[in-house]
């Protein structure tokens, strides 16, 4: 008798083996052996397999979970945790840094012929209605309507949802982490310091904070540093809680935050300084160059602005053959588009440089803080765990799933290397060249946090 081929087994055997084997061997394509994974997984039948110390345990609810995950995306994986298919319990990371692994096992033509039949023998359509209250944007992509929409999609939520696991300041960007121990509140508070420092901050100056977001960095600059700043957001609810800050903080006087877009700045006034935090990810590609334009523009000669913002690896490190078909599937179903940044593109860091020379920009200073963002990533992870209830309470489980997921699949993306977060120095030189800069960076470096340029008020 001729033995079976082995490709042609999982075929033969489905004939004969309920959806709980189906499922099983879905798995070992998805993750390998059961002992040799880094997962747990339980069935909804309660059976279990795997590595009893596991940090993550995946629960299918239901048959029909694998069916609709596969073939991967990050829209298809995380729609099913979503809507219920499967529940995640542990450190969701861990399926997170799974998942390159095993797209590109999934996507080899081998694997793939094994796994059709056995999807086929799974239920399509064993789940719950799931609710369609994604709204798409309105308008042509990066208009300024458009872009007020996707900024208030993504900042609107409330509040109060996002005070429960940020710092006391409310910061929404990467903290510096100078000895990997500090808390997250000590962390933003460095981070913040640090870049009044690279600005070079002098008291009287005039600095403007392109996405102010809740006002964080433009309240610390004028307490701290005694300069004026003028904040420019597009969320109503994001100037609503700067506006109260900047009042308590005492200084309203230093710090004016309006809703305006970039493109609306007015012409006759030059800064001395300027900021972008976490800006820079939701101009897109088309605008980018007028972005960087408008910045040169709005600063004064010899004046420097600060660039801050999340930039892809250049070469995705994983896939190798079929990497652009690949890369474009996923780009059509992604995620962090449909449900967390609409509109939102990162573009890589020589194309950003390569506008800031072109336009009269000279770069002086390029510092890549991924780990760093792993590690706040991670720290806001824990704190929206811990705050599940009342996240519920004031949104519900979709959105915190929606949010789990999205920081800490971030975290392991900045982990692994396929995202940085870089912050650049640029300077507009003066008619001679310079930029009044020193020779060398000891006045950036710190590590206590503390703030010594001249203050111009409490210390916040």
């Known amino acids: 008798m001729a033995l079976i081929p082995r490709s042609l087994a999982p075929t033969l055997l489905v004939q004969h083996q309920p959806r709980l084997q189906a499922t099983r061997l879905v798995l070992r394509l998805m993750f390998g052996p059961a002992k040799s994974r880094a997962i747990r997984t339980r069935l909804w039948d309660g059976s279990e397999e795997g590595p009893a110390d596991a940090r993550l345990t995946l629960v299918l609810e239901r048959a029909g979970a694998l069916r609709r995950m596969l073939p991967p995306s990050d829209l298809s994986v995380a729609e099913g945790h979503l809507y219920g298919d499967y529940d995640l319990e542990g450190d969701v990371e861990v399926l997170m840094a799974q998942g390159a692994a095993m797209a590109a096992r999934l996507f080899q033509p081998k694997t793939a012929l094994q796994l059709l039949p056995l999807l086929l023998a799974l239920p399509a359509h064993d789940h719950p209605p799931r609710p369609n209250d994604v709204s798409p944007l309105q308008g042509e992509a990066h208009s300024r309507d458009r872009d007020a929409q996707a900024i208030?999609?993504?900042?609107?939520i409330g509040n109060a949802f996002y005070a429960l696991w940020l710092d006391e300041r409310m910061v929404y960007s990467c903290a510096y982490f100078s000895t990997g121990q500090k808390t997250l509140g000590k962390a933003q508070r460095i981070k913040l310091d640090r870049i009044c420092r690279k600005l070079r901050l002098k008291p009287g100056e005039q600095l403007l904070d392109i996405g102010s977001g809740w006002g964080g960095l433009a309240i610390y600059a004028a307490q701290n540093y005694g300069v004026q700043v003028t904040g420019i957001t597009l969320s109503p609810a994001q100037l609503e809680v700067a506006r109260t800050r900047a009042e308590a903080a005492g200084v309203a006087d230093r710090?004016?935050?309006?809703?305006?877009?970039?493109?609306?700045?007015?012409?006759?006034?030059?800064?001395?300084?300027?900021?972008?935090?976490?800006?820079?990810?939701?101009?897109?590609?088309?605008?980018l160059p007028g972005y960087i334009a408008e910045a040169y523009r709005m600063l004064r000669p010899g004046g420097l602005f600060l660039n801050h913002g999340i930039v892809p690896a250049v070469t995705p490190p994983f896939f190798g053959v079929g990497t652009r078909l690949i890369e474009g599937y996923l780009s059509r179903h992604s995620f962090l588009q449909e449900y967390?940044?609409?509109?939102?593109?990162?573009?890589?860091?020589?194309?950003?440089?390569?506008?800031?020379?072109?336009?009269?920009?000279?770069?002086?200073?390029?510092?890549?803080?991924?780990?760093?963002?792993?590690?706040?990533?991670?720290e806001w992870v824990r704190r929206l765990e811990r705050q599940h209830d009342e996240v519920v309470r004031l949104t519900d489980e979709v959105t915190y799933r929606i949010w789990r997921l999205y920081m800490a699949g971030s975290a392991d993306s900045f982990a692994a290397g396929r995202i940085g977060v870089v912050q650049t120095l640029l300077a507009r030189p003066t008619d001679n060249g310079n930029a009044s800069l020193p020779l060398n960076r000891l006045d950036v470096e710190l590590t206590s946090g503390q703030p010594t340029s001249a203050k111009a008020g409490p210390a916040a």
Do not use: C, W
């Not at 194309?351 to 803080?369: C, H, P, Q, S, T």
């Open 152 to 156: 208030q999609a993504h900042y609107d």
């Open 340 to 378: 967390v940044f609409p509109d939102g593109e990162l573009r890589p860091l020589n194309e950003l440089l390569g506008y800031a020379e072109r336009v009269g920009f000279k770069i002086r200073d390029v510092e890549n803080r991924r780990e760093h963002y792993a590690l706040t990533l991670r």
């Open 255 to 287: 710090v004016t935050f309006e809703r305006r877009d970039y493109r609306e700045l007015p012409p006759h006034q030059p800064f001395d300084k300027m900021s972008s935090v976490g800006m820079v990810e939701h101009v897109g590609r088309a605008r």
